[in-house]
């Protein structure tokens, strides 16, 4: 068949769907035939399993109008988008708190809605700290957890403050729910060791074991070994 229409990604188990004005039917193909459009014309083979029916092997002899997105602006708004939303490099333009940066530009951005992962371009130049207020523009990256910002320019606005800290147990880290947020834990500091410049500590709560990256080295730290200590810092789950 061929048809005109829209060619959408839904955001439910990464599925994809071709769409005109008399419905929808689901789309199977490599995902990499086709980016969302508001107008493109596709043949395919119409399929029906006897319950659902779709659309096989669609090819786009000709797409016009690619879909118009917005420039994203919250944290919440970029955590909304799918994989594949995340994957067309929408624009991106926040302001927020920088919450970590390290020797190694790895570097976490929180607004009023949440936290974020930001890449910075590799000629970035890093002139702010923790603590500093920053815009940040881009486009998003699907990322290997959840999407984040693919920054090509970070200015510096000013002094800032960090977030107040979420009290949070262990067991809600692990959840994955605090990807990226300012939040305060605690643990018993099993070992101590450096990394990268960095000082690496492993926490045990209960059944539950993470590390904890303090930013340089910490000469005493050998000398918290079965201490029970309070962190607050940047969750970032793998």
Not at 14 to 31: C, E, N, Y
Not at 160 to 168: D, M, Q, R, S
């Amino acid at each position: 068949v061929r048809m005109r229409g829209a060619v959408v990604a839904d955001g439910i188990d990464g599925a994809w769907s071709f769409r005109d004005a008399t419905g929808q039917v689901r789309l199977r193909f490599a995902p990499f035939l086709f980016r969302e459009t508001n107008d493109v014309e596709i043949t395919a083979f119409p399929v029906y399993d006897g319950s659902l029916g779709t659309l096989e092997g669609p090819a786009a002899p000709r797409v016009e109008k690619p879909v118009e997105h917005r420039v994203i602006e919250t944290v919440h708004d970029l955590h909304a988008l799918s994989h594949q939303q995340a994957a067309l490099e929408l624009p991106v333009r926040l302001r927020a708190v920088v919450t970590y940066v390290d020797a190694q530009r790895l570097t976490f951005v929180q607004d009023r809605t949440g936290g974020t992962f930001v890449w910075l371009a590799g000629a970035s130049k890093v002139d702010f700290a923790a603590g500093d207020m920053v815009e940040v523009t881009g486009v998003t990256d699907p990322g290997d957890y959840a999407p984040l910002v693919h920054e090509h320019h970070l200015r510096r606005l000013g002094p800032g403050k960090l977030p107040n800290p979420a009290p949070v147990s262990l067991y809600r880290l692990f959840s994955g729910h605090e990807d990226s947020n300012w939040v305060q834990t605690e643990g018993t500091i099993t070992s101590a060791g450096k990394e990268n410049g960095n000082t690496i500590l492993t926490l045990v709560e209960g059944d539950r074991a993470f590390h904890a990256i303090v930013p340089g080295l910490t000469p005493r730290a050998g000398k918290l070994l079965n201490a029970r200590v309070r962190l607050e810092g940047v969750c970032a789950s793998k």
